[in-house]
């Protein structure tokens, strides 16, 4: 679920490369690694994890879905 979350992010980049929405692409990439990052520190007790890396995590697959659908209309 990891990988996809964090491909999902990659996609965004890969699929706004070229346009404006490239930065955004790469943040929600970053935020994506970031954040998955942080969850993933607590594996041995997901309950102990943070609410809000859980909420940055959903926010970032969200913002990458879209992007990836908005650089394929783009291009």
Known sequence: MVLLLI????AAAA???GTAL??????V???ALWA???LANFRGDPQQAPNW??????????GAAILVIAGLIVR
């Open 22 to 27: 490239f930065p955004f692409g790469v943040g």
């Open 15 to 17: 699929a706004t490369y």
């Open 29 to 31: 990439a970053i935020a």
């Open 36 to 38: 998955n990052g942080v």
């Open 53 to 62: 890396a859980a909420a940055i995590s959903m926010i970032a697959a969200l």
């Open 7 to 10: 491909g999902l992010g990659v």
